[in-house]
């Protein structure tokens, strides 16, 4: 997978609203952490839009690709950071010119949780690595993901052990590989899909999710392990489980057969202090340490 290229101070940045509608105020202050930073900020012509029917969705499909569409292939943009997540990416995901983004060559992209969706599609059809990360509108953009993400788009050799600060085993040994994942339900909700397939051969897995109840886990680990998902996997990273209850156990009963290497939280995800966690990226999985450690820096 290629890298794309790190920011610098003066790097332009575009905002865009993929998934749910964005809260002006939440997008002022996001807006304002990336200007003190000394990048440009371009927000989406549509981010702040509205669909006329649906309250859930951050405007119509078509406007809302349209802005990721003409941000990616600005040749003057070099990264896109999604505002914030919600529901909405799988509406619009087909609705990409991949052609033309792929024509752009390879540019920061990050977001997470329903980006999950695009962070798939982006990926094995542009071949590039993308970030797993805070957005800026959401609610868990506090410091300590601040920090995380800058160091990740302006230093990337600073962070390339990743741990957080409840990480512990869950399943002792090494593996090493490709990064894939993000957040569960997504994963499963996208399942035979267009410009999506199970993880490679050797892949390390990042599962989260938030307000899942333990039954409902289970039934979309059950759905992803019968229809054959797992195979490839040569180890896993959970992040966060806000609001899911009890999840361990469950999780413990259906992947522990897997007898792969794996940790439990992370630090990514639906979380305060998230972690930027780089997707299609070379990575060592360490359960016995309780660390991701990326092979070569997010980002070149």
Known sequence: MTRPPRLTPGATVAVVAPAGPVDPDRLDRGVAVLESWGLRVAVGKHVLDRHPTLPYLAGRD?????????????????AIICARGGYGCQRMVDLLDLDALAAAGPKVFAGSSDVTVLHSVLGAELGQSTLFAPMIAGDLFDDDAQVHLRATLFEPETVRELIGPNTATAGHGVAEGITVGGTLSLIAADL????????????????????????????????????GWFTGVSGIALGSWAGCGEVRPVIADLLGSLGVPMIWE???????????????????LDADNGTLTMVEPALA
């Open 266 to 284: 992370l630090g990514f995800g639906h979380c305060p202090g998230q972690l930027t966690v780089p997707l299609g990226a070379a990575a060592v």
């Open 62 to 78: 078509s406007d809302r690709a349209a802005d990721l569409n003409r941000a990616w292939t600005d040749p003057g943009v070099d």
């Open 192 to 227: 035979g899909a267009p410009g999506t397939a199970p993880p490679p051969d050797g892949s390390i897995l990042l599962l989260e999710d938030v307000a899942e109840a333990p039954y409902r886990v289970d039934r979309l680990l059950t759905q992803l392990l019968r229809a």
